[in-house]
């Protein structure tokens, strides 16, 4: 019997079968940002342990950090300007590289790892942060952990990781017009539960992903946490090889080549056999919304909230009643026309080149709607230079969108800059929580092209007829 891409990793990563379905893996990279990476770095000292490989952590000041042009170490978030400079401090005694403000190279981690070439076809990679999936966009095995999780893989470059079922997710079809990673991933989780993929580590795959950008990729990937996965991961094509390529910290010379003959091999068999697959036609994937407090409370943009009454059970029944309170819908509001007062463009989900340049696209000559506050934010400083280098920031202020410096922003509140309360604000980011984007704040998620449309219309707005009119 074949192996999947995943039961490949996994097996050239293995340093020991420790029983019960238990196995300690060898890690590649372990990535840090100053949120939970200075906690990880004060444990593994506490300890009197040192970092094995520095050169293979990686540091990313993203999640506190300003995004207000002229940021500094002094943030609005309570105590975070002494998360930065501690977890700065921690990785110089360590020797661990760190992508800081004012570098050029800075930006969320999991946007600057596969741009910087850190992440790479068929590596582990860990992460203290539940989005480090993003990289399997890739064709890497790359998953959130904790922070004492985070020093021990900093102190042995191992981990010890219970083996994940196997779940291939087929995407057959050509995408519809104004449909996106973005909505494919949506689609999904709305159709089998935001638990739908707990305990597995799934292989996205199919004509429509094989046609996706590496970026788009990477949408998909980030959002395989949001649908409970251990894990998601796209396999390594031509489209990969050529996008890591020249990457800095990407194998040069002899190295790339042996690389790219390993990284062409990293596919699942012919007759590998996964524990569960589910197969969508992407003609019945629409430009997509949720409506509540979950990403899988989510319709076609041009659907209507659906009745509590439907929901499978009672306790979903119950879920769906408390995120209509909190979101101030009832059951039959159609979503497009709803009014907004926030439009949020940013976050490890969707913010790299491709999304800005998809939203620009809808915002070129066009002016948000009055009342509305609209916020870019670029996933890393390479991104927010390409972006200027095409003149996309140019297209977003004239529209009325802020042009930020890169980080995590309003993707989550963790005290400090916000939405207000009861606000209506269509995000491109990954969670739709109560209170994510701020106390009180009804957050919807949706691609960049329907965040841009809606920011124009000042309500909830279908991108399809924007797109092509200029």
């Given at each position: ?107 969320i981690v999991h946007v600057v790892s596969p741009e910087q070439g850190i992440a790479l076809p068929g590596a582990t990679l860990v992460c203290p942060d539940s989005h480090t999936c993003t990289q399997g966009g890739l064709g890497a095995l790359a998953w959130g952990i ?96 050529d996008w890591v390529k020249g990457r800095p910290f990407a194998p040069k010379g002899d190295l790339w080549d042996e690389a790219v003959a390993d990284w062409r091999g990293l596919v699942s068999d012919a007759d590998a056999v996964f524990d569960k697959e589910i197969r ?191």
């Open positions: 019997m074949g192996l999947s891409l995943v039961e490949k990793l996994w097996a050239r990563h293995c340093v020991a079968d420790l029983g019960d379905g238990t196995d300690l893996l060898y890690i590649d990279r372990v990535l840090l940002h100053e949120r939970t990476g200075s906690m990880a770095l004060k444990g593994l000292k506490e300890q009197g342990r040192a970092v094995r490989h520095p050169d293979r952590a990686f540091v990313c000041m993203d999640h506190i950090v300003d995004t207000l042009p002229g940021r500094s170490d002094t943030t609005i978030m309570p105590g975070g300007t002494a998360f930065i400079q501690e977890t700065r401090a921690a990785a110089a005694e360590a020797g661990i590289r760190v992508f800081d403000i004012g570098d050029d190279r800075q930006g904790g922070s004492t999780e985070a020093a021990h893989a900093l102190a042995t470059q191992t981990l010890v990781v219970k083996r994940p079922k196997t779940m291939r997710v087929r995407f057959d079809g050509a995408l519809p017009p104004g449909v996106g990673a973005k909505d494919m991933i949506l689609h999904l989780i709305a159709a089998h539960g935001a638990g739908g993929g707990a305990g597995y580590a799934i292989e996205f795959t199919g004509s429509a992903v094989s046609a996706l950008s590496v970026e788009a990729r990477m949408t998909l990937c980030n959002m395989a946490v949001e649908f409970a996965a251990w894990t998601g991961l796209v396999a390594p094509d031509a489209k990969t090889i969508i036609d992407c003609a019945d994937i629409a430009p997509t919304i949720t409506w509540g407090t979950s990403p899988q409370h989510a319709v076609p943009l041009t659907g209507h909230v659906p009745h509590p009454d439907h929901a499978t059970d009672a306790t979903a029944a119950q879920a769906r009643r408390r995120a209509l309170d909190y979101m101030g819908l009832k059951a039959g509001d159609a979503l497009i026309g709803l009014p907004i007062d926030g439009a949020f463009i940013g976050s490890c989900t969707n913010s790299r080149l491709p999304d800005l340049r998809a939203a620009a696209a809808v915002l070129k000559g066009r002016k948000v709607a009055a009342g509305v506050r609209a916020i870019c934010v670029p996933g890393s400083m390479q991104v927010k230079a390409a972006a200027e280098a095409e003149g996309l920031h140019v297209v977003f202020q004239a529209a009325g969108f802020e042009w930020r410096e890169s980080g995590c922003s309003m993707c989550f509140f963790a005290g400090g800059e916000h939405f207000g309360k009861g606000e209506r604000v269509v995000t491109s980011t990954n969670r739709n929580f109560e209170n994510r984007q701020g106390p009180g704040t009804r957050s919807h998620l949706a691609s960049p092209v329907t965040v841009a449309a809606s920011a124009i219309a000042g309500h909830i707005a279908d991108p399809r007829s924007f797109l092509g009119e200029g």
